[in-house]
C-alpha cells in the first residue's frame, strides 16, 4: 500500500519583516533574485523527485508557506506546482494550501502606497485575478497571516496590512471559489489586553473561516522585539495570555469551532453531495465575507435538498498538511530554509538564500540530516501526538515500535495522570486542560 505524502515548499521572500518573525523571509534583492530561486527551486525539486522512491511519491498535501508565496506572481506559482505534479503524483483530493499576508495577493509589482490609496480600485481587481487564477490551477486552501484584528496591535507587529485588507482579500478569495480558509491570530501581543484580544476573535469568526489558529507570540532571539523589547509596549503577563487561551478555547467553541490541536481550531460541518453543487461561487450572495460564498456545506440548499438529490457527509477542516506533521508522516521540503523527513531520517536546506540559488541549482548538497535512533522515534510520537486533541494511540505506539506504550512511558504516563495533567482515553492518553497551559513541560518528561 503507498503511503501517502506532504511536501512543503518554502518561499522566503516578504515585502517587510515583521518584528517578531524568526522564519527565514526577507524583501528580496531584486526581481532577479526572485526568477533564480525559483529556477533553482525547480531544480531542486525535478532532482530530488528522481531519487525519491515510487512509494513515497503519493502526495495528498501541499503547502506553500514563508515568507509570502504570494509575492509571487501567479504564473510563477502555478509554473512550480506544475513541476511537483510532474515528479509526484498529486491525489485528486489533495489539500494545496498558500499562506498569503491580506492585501498583498498579486501586489509584487505594486507599490505598498498604492495598494493603500485604491482599495476599491486596481488592487482589488487584482488580487481576485490572483486568486482566480491559482484556484484555477489547484490550490484549494488559503492561510490568511491577519495576526490581530486591531490597526493598533498591527502597527506594534510591524504589519503592512490593516484589518480592512483583510476584508477585501477574504471577501475576494470567497468569490474566486475558495471555501477552505485559515485565519492565523497571535495572543500575547505587546500592549494587548484580554478585552482587545475578544475584540480580534470577534471580528475574526464574524468572517466564518473553516479553520483558525490561535498562537501566543514567542520572543525570538535575532527578532528585532527580542533584541529591543524595551521600545514596545509591555507584554501581557503569563496570567493574562493564559486567560487570553482560555478565552480563545471559550469564544470559539460557542461559534461552532472544534479544537483539534493546541493552537489550531477547525468546522465541522456538512456538505452537499451532488456533484455539480459546491467548488463555485454562489450568485447573489448577501455577506461577501462568510462562507456560504463558494462554500461546500451551504451551496446547494434549498429545492436540490427538498427533492432529496443532495447527501450530506461530515467535512473535515483540519488542516491535513500540520496533521501530517504530529503524527510524524513523511513529507519533503523543498527550498531555503525548508525542512523534511523521510520516516528514519530528518533533514534541513541551507538557510542562506543565495548559497540555496547556487547549490541547489548545481545540484551541490544543500541539507544537513539527522538520522533518528529509536529513542528519538519514540520521544516524537508522544510530544508531538500529545498536542492533538485526540492524544497519542497506544496501538499505533505498539505497531510503531513493537513495545507497549507503558513499557517505555509508564512511570511518566502513571505521575501525569495522577496530577491531572494526562488523562486515560480509550485507546491512548491525551492532555488534560490543565496540561495543556503546561504542555512544554509535559511533553518535555518524554525525551529519553
Request: net charge negative.
Amino acid at each position: 500500500m503507498k503511503k501517502k505524502t506532504g511536501i512543503y515548499i518554502h518561499i522566503p521572500f516578504c515585502k517587510s519583516k515583521c518584528v517578531y518573525c524568526d522564519f527565514l523571509s526577507a524583501r528580496p534583492e531584486d526581481e532577479d533574485q526572485i526568477k533564480r530561486y525559483i529556477s533553482s527551486l525547480v531544480e531542486e525539486i525535478r532532482e530530488k523527485a528522481e531519487r525519491i522512491p515510487a512509494a513515497l511519491k503519493t502526495v495528498d498535501s501541499v503547502f506553500f508557506g514563508g515568507g509570502t508565496p504570494t509575492l509571487l506572481d501567479a504564473g510563477e506559482l502555478i509554473f512550480i506546482l506544475e513541476e511537483l505534479k510532474k515528479g509526484f503524483y498529486i491525489t485528486e483530493d489533495a489539500e494545496i494550501t498558500i499562506e498569503c499576508n491580506p492585501g498583498m495577493s498579486g501586489m509584487r509589482h505594486c507599490p505598498e502606497s498604492e495598494a493603500a490609496e485604491k482599495p476599491e480600485g486596481n488592487t482589488k481587481r487584482a488580487q481576485q485575478e490572483y486568486f482566480e487564477k491559482i484556484r484555477a490551477a489547484g490550490v484549494n486552501r488559503i492561510s490568511f497571516g491577519l495576526q490581530s484584528a486591531l490597526d493598533s496591535e498591527l502597527k506594534v507587529l510591524g504589519r503592512i496590512h490593516r484589518f480592512q485588507d483583510l476584508k477585501d482579500t477574504f471577501a475576494a478569495a470567497r468569490v474566486a471559489g475558495f471555501n477552505n480558509i485559515n485565519t492565523d491570530i497571535i495572543s500575547a501581543i505587546p500592549g494587548q489586553t484580554v478585552e482587545s484580544f475578544r475584540e480580534t476573535l470577534k471580528r475574526v469568526t464574524e468572517f466564518e473561516p473553516e479553520h483558525i489558529s490561535c498562537y501566543s507570540l514567542i520572543l525570538e532571539e535575532g527578532t528585532r522585539l527580542f533584541e529591543h523589547l524595551e521600545e514596545f509596549p509591555p507584554l501581557p503577563d503569563e496570567d493574562a495570555e493564559r486567560e487570553m487561551y482560555h478565552l480563545a478555547r471559550e469564544v470559539l467553541k460557542e461559534k461552532g469551532y472544534e479544537q483539534y490541536e493546541i493552537s489550531n481550531f477547525c468546522r465541522r460541518v456538512t456538505k452537499p453531495e451532488e456533484s455539480g453543487l459546491y467548488g463555485s461561487p454562489k450568485a447573489g450572495n448577501d455577506n461577501p465575507y462568510g462562507n456560504n460564498t463558494g462554500c461546500h456545506h451551504r451551496v446547494g440548499d434549498g429545492e436540490n435538498r427538498k427533492q432529496g438529490f443532495v447527501q450530506e457527509s461530515n467535512v473535515d477542516y483540519r488542516c491535513r498538511h500540520n496533521l501530517g506533521y504530529w503524527d510524524r508522516a513523511v513529507y519533503f521540503g523543498f527550498g531555503a530554509g525548508a525542512a523534511g523527513f523521510d520516516g528514519k531520517v530528518r533533514y534541513k536546506n541551507i538557510s542562506d538564500t543565495e548559497e540555496y540559488i547556487k547549490k541547489a541549482g548545481s545540484k551541490e548538497d544543500i541539507s544537513q540530516r539527522e538520522v533518528l535512533t529509536r529513542e528519538d522515534a519514540m520521544a516524537e510520537f508522544m510530544f508531538l501526538g500529545l498536542r492533538k486533541t485526540d492524544g497519542v494511540s497506544e496501538k499505533d505506539f505498539y505497531d510503531s515500535f513493537g513495545v507497549t506504550m507503558e513499557s517505555v512511558y509508564g512511570d511518566i504516563l502513571k505521575e501525569q495522570v495522577k496530577q491531572g495533567l494526562v488523562e486515560k482515553t480509550t485507546g491512548g492518553y491525551a492532555l488534560t486542560g490543565k496540561g495543556t497551559d503546561v504542555s512544554n513541560s509535559v511533553m518535555a518528561e518524554y525525551l529519553l
